[in-house]
């Protein structure tokens, strides 16, 4: 398939995938880097893009790869002197912290009815629209809804239970 980059697709795609990574990373200057990173990934690799989701979606997929390979080098690095007692800085409380609460959500996520798990699956960890995933999913745009509530909720209250939630 052949597809261009113009201003009016990158101003289309760029604030879902800033969300995506806000959310994912929970830190401003990490998750534009990672973005940037996922543009430039993205251009490098156009003529792979098959046609086979929307360019966002896509996006969102490679932007995905680039968090997880985040967490895999920073679960990877070990610092020079680890003393014992070490006490950990806030941002890598917050970095643990997150990576626990990926595991329950995937753990959590398979727990959840089949509609309620693809919901979620689709908004959240694919970033399609709600009229897309509606459609994948074959359901009326209103029930979509609510399987997100209350795939969301289960998920949330997983979490609050682990004093991981919001």
């Known amino acids: 398939m052949d597809i261009t980059i113009d201003q009016a697709t990158f101003h289309a795609v760029q604030p879902v995938l800033l969300g995506y990574a806000r959310r994912a990373v929970r830190r401003e200057d990490l998750a534009q880097d990672l973005v940037q990173e996922t543009w430039s990934a993205g251009t490098r690799h156009l003529q792979s893009f098959g046609g086979r989701s929307s360019f966002r979606s896509w996006m969102v997929g490679i932007l995905k790869h680039k968090i997880i390979d985040h967490y895999r080098r920073a679960g990877r690095e070990q610092p020079l002197e680890a003393a014992p007692e070490r006490v950990l800085e806030p941002a890598q409380e917050q970095d643990l912290d997150h990576r626990r609460a990926v595991d329950i959500m995937r753990t959590e996520l398979q727990k959840l009815p089949e509609l309620q798990r693809r919901a979620v699956e689709c908004c959240d960890l694919r970033g399609m629209d709600r009229d897309e995933a509606a459609a994948e999913l074959g359901v009326e745009r209103g029930h979509l809804r609510v399987l ?6 289960q998920l949330r209250r997983r979490l ?5 939630g919001p």
């Open 148 to 153: 997100l509530h209350r795939g969301r909720a």
């Open 160 to 164: 609050e239970e682990a004093e991981l």
